[in-house]
């Protein structure tokens, strides 16, 4: 039987989400039904899944494979339990199934859309060891001409390109460039710190805002001269999605900066609960761990 995602966001997240979610338990556990359960799903993909279908094929894609790529390396790192051969099936699946789909991106979308698939591009060139394919991705998430770039999501004022949409959307895209520094961390690249640590102020003035205090808004279009929004958009504010801890963690523990209102963000509402889009549960992972050096998780292919 051959699988497909179709444009059902829900479907695919929960299964790559899965995946995940039992690797995090088999390495907090040692429970090796866990690690069972999580290659069993992540092989019931890789051995079926043809087409990524759907308007929004590029996005299901970013937001389902780096999940299923964060669940492969945690049970490939800890576990013998894992085939060669079938490891070698789900690099398969990500070079021919996911890569093919976000390898261009989608520059003129709304920044999550890229985020999400510059995200996933880092992850599939760790796991296949592809060097030429995590530093296009590292390039791109700095000098893309993109709305998810780095500097054209997040102005210097810390205001993000879909701020005056809604902010599902904008705590939505940064999430995903949360995620995407703390990957480039573990290769020993700092993206957390580009831009004069824009990441930084980006989830500041989200987190400001959604905690009902004004913000500076300037009405300018996105890099392409569209998704112009003449204010801030008081959609979904107050709606705070899991995204906050594990930023935190990194500019608060360490390298010591204050991140002021995320931090009030957290106090609210530590620890992160789960939503699909995202990792999640990442008070359980991030508060009151340990200050590891940047490329602590390195892998030797990759620098």
Known sequence: MTHNFGNNFAAGSN???ASYLHAIEWVLTGDPQHADKAIE?????????QTIQGSDQQLLAGIVGFK??????LIKHTSNRWPPAAQYQFKKMMREVFYPLIKSYKPGSNGNW????????????IFTDDRGMYEDALKYAQTGKSNG??????????QCQE?????????????????????AWKQGDDLYGAF??????????A??????????YNPVPDVFGNHLNKKISNDKRGEFRPVYEMVYHHYHDRMGLEMKYTRMVLDKIRPEGYHWDHPSFSSLLYENLPVFPKGYGRQEKIP
């Open 114 to 125: 890229d985020a999400s698939m510059i995200l996933t591009t880092l992850c599939i060139g």
């Open 196 to 205: 004069d640590h824009r990441v930084a102020a980006g989830y500041e003035y």
């Open 163 to 183: 701020s005056g949409r809604d902010q599902a959307h904008t705590q939505l895209g940064l999430g995903f460039l949360g995620n995407l520094c703390e990957v």
């Open 207 to 216: 987190a400001r805002y959604n905690l009902n205090y004004e913000v500076p």
């Open 149 to 158: 770039a780095i500097p054209n999501y997040i102005a210097a004022s810390g």
């Open 68 to 73: 299923f790529c964060n669940a492969a390396e």
């Open 15 to 17: 299964k790559s989400y």
């Open 41 to 49: 799903i992540i092989n019931a993909w890789s051995y079926t899944l």
